[in-house]
């Protein structure tokens, strides 16, 4: 099925059913007073996560959901049936939007969270609501309330946690494919991935964590270049960035690290927050120099970046470094979990 991350709904929920004019008659008992019962209530609209969905591509035949009405109050002091719930299935990670204020409704980050989008309306009065000492015979009713109606913007963020990033061709699909089932596609060309791949690493024992691969960004990625950076929200949900540099790119002419601050600048055009995230430099590609040389051109990027964080020197085609990396992944993401554990039992700060 085609992966597709954005998709517009229109959602109605269903109106209340009117109430009813009624007025008892029995045998034997005469002016039996109004027995006219309440109206249902509209069904509401909700929109739950399931972790079996992971693309929004059955948004685009289905744009409009509607939930059913409420009958009409009865005789005998009967109300009328409610009307339905209708639950709108969408994958884990989607973000649900209102389009015409542009307010954050709700984030589905777990399967079975569940979100109200659209109340029912109200059932309307029946007339045995309005009698009283001084009006024994009410011929008034109320009409049902209309439900609301919405239309919602979906985005889907897929939940992943760690995230690949970098140039076309850097390297980031094989190693995605070396170090889980993932199988995206592989070729010698720019562009090969053209929607988000998501792989689980297994460590050891007991110990995984899952890989998002997104298509590769080029310079001029904010103003709409190559596949631009919508697909760049994918990693919002990340905890580390590993970001791929090529050490010895196709082209002559392409400088690694011109290349990698040029990445550097995308992101933080497109989230400030984003760019702010752990990050670790990975040069891949080692097999393609003379062990000698590649290290000469390691630390020379290194160098000139002035990279102080992690880095680690790797080659997907031949799996060198890989499990060490992968390794180091896993107890950083320990530790990651560890003090947001800590924080969490010591409460909030006084900053905070």
Known sequence: MKFVDEATIKVQAGNGGRGMVSFRREKFIPFGGP????????GSIHIVADPELNTLADFRYQRTFKAKNGEPGGSADCSGRGGEDLEVVVPVGTVIYDVDTDETLGDLAHGGDRILVARGGQGGLGNQRFKSSTNRTPRKATPGY?????ELRLELKVIADVGLLGLPNAGKSTLISVVSAA????ADYPFTTLHPNLGVVYVGEHKSFV???IPGLIEGAAEGAGLG???????Q????????VDIAPPDPEADPVVDARAIAAEVKKFSPELASRERWLVLNKIDLMPPAEAEKRCKEIVRRLRWKGPVFRMSGVTRTGTRELCQAVMRRL???AA????????GPSDEE
């Open 183 to 186: 199988r995206p596609r592989v």
């Open 229 to 235: 950076i919508r697909f760049l929200k994918h990693l």
């Open 146 to 150: 209309p439900g609301e109606k919405r």
């Open 339 to 346: 003090e947001e554990r800590a924080r969490e039992e010591a």
């Open 35 to 42: 027995d006219g019962g309440d109206g249902g209530a509209g």
């Open 237 to 244: 949900r990340t905890r580390l960035l590993l970001h791929l």
């Open 334 to 336: 320990d530790e990651v």
């Open 211 to 213: 890989m998002a691969d």
